[in-house]
């Protein structure tokens, strides 16, 4: 995520005219380096689950942005997979989540994904988890 964000600080540097005076840059760069919220962990290892019984797997954020951020879609990759999230906005500094319910039916290695989009970006970020759903 940072090198996403020198990236594009170096590249709306490197189409600002010469004229540009050093605040609005310093405005560009301040806005651009706040518009994200910051995800505690994209992907998860639940480790081995028993069959048979679902397991919930929360997904934490915080809004480092500076205004209030709202979830806007949770898209599961599976029909096994249920969501829940924060409906509420999320104030700058605070915390939300995405919870996603795996219903271990099936024994063996899996891996899913969640997709979520927020107010912050039109951009959707895919959350992974995995782990083995052991026989009982």
Known sequence: MKILKISVIALMLAVIPASASVLNVKKI???VADA???????TIDVGQIPQGTPKTIKFEFTN???KPVLIT????SCGCTAT???????????????NAIYNAASA???TKSVTVTTSDSDAAK???FKGTVVAK
């Open 108 to 110: 063996g290695v899996f």
């Open 84 to 98: 829940d999230y924060s409906k509420e906005s999320i104030a700058p500094g605070k915390t939300g989540y995405v």
């Open 36 to 42: 994200v919220i910051s995800w505690k962990s994209e």
């Open 126 to 128: 895919q959350l992974t």
């Open 29 to 31: 760069i301040e806005n």
């Open 64 to 66: 480092e942005t500076s």
């Open 73 to 76: 879609n949770v898209r599961a």
